[in-house]
């Protein structure tokens, strides 16, 4: 992809179990942005961590940043059918021209 | 707001004709990003727009590809000539420019060229 890699790819897991994905990304960044999509639909934003943060929560949702590393990893807790989506990351460049990439996702499956 | 607006929903056409997709971005918006999905590429690039003026268009694939952005509540991305290979679901985002926050995602045109 433009900005870098998600694993795994496709994930299947049972209702109630939690669900992580990774994120590996190229540039350096000012902030990074996970988004869900379910099938057929368009994207929508879950959370936002910003580059002097290492960790974030939303509900059920835990997000977390090694800038390091240039990864971020977002884990769904107790999950639920409804989870079952694709999600991407998306990373906003360090710069002032407000590029914006998305990686190549993960598939979730949640089954009940 | 109704958020972003895409149109059509679904565009059939034959290898040749020019295609063109339509995208209203959020009012207040001043970003905007037009996205290519498909399986193969994931979610790619194209252009942005940054107070209507293009930004960076090297994700444009090929010269077939334009995008113009006439004023800040309407954007068109224009195939011209179509091929099959073509065929994706496109997207158009919005959000504001300062502050980096959530893009604003439209439903997509899901183009299929024949």
């Known amino acids: 992809s433009q900005q870098g890699e998600e694993d795994p790819q496709a994930l299947s897991i049972q209702e109630g179990e939690n669900a992580t994905m990774n994120c590996s990304y190229k540039t350096s960044i000012n902030n990074l942005q996970w988004y869900r999509q379910n099938s057929g639909r368009g994207l929508v934003h879950l959370i936002l961590i910003r580059s002097n943060e290492r960790e974030k929560h939303s509900g059920r949702l835990r997000v977390t940043l090694d800038t390091s590393k240039k990864s971020s990893s977002l884990l769904i807790t107790a999950s639920r059918a409804a989870d079952t989506a694709s999600y991407f990351c998306a990373t906003d460049a360090r710069d002032n021209f407000n590029k914006f990439y998305f990686g190549s996702g993960t598939k979730l499956n949640v089954k009940p | ?114």
């Open chain 2, 1 to 114: 707001d109704a958020g972003v607006i895409q149109s059509p929903r679904h565009e059939v056409t034959e290898m040749g004709q020019e295609v063109t997709l339509r995208c209203k971005p959020i009012s207040g918006h001043n970003s905007l990003f037009w996205y290519r999905q498909t399986m193969m590429r994931g979610l790619e690039l194209l252009i942005y727009f940054n107070n209507n003026v293009p930004i960076d268009d090297s994700g444009m694939p090929e010269d077939r590809f334009s995008a113009k952005m006439p004023n800040a509540s309407f954007s068109t991305l224009k195939i011209q000539p179509s091929e099959p290979r073509d065929s994706a679901v496109y997207f158009c985002a919005s959000r504001p420019l300062q502050g980096r926050t959530e893009a604003f995602f439209g439903q997509g045109t899901r183009l299929t060229v024949v």
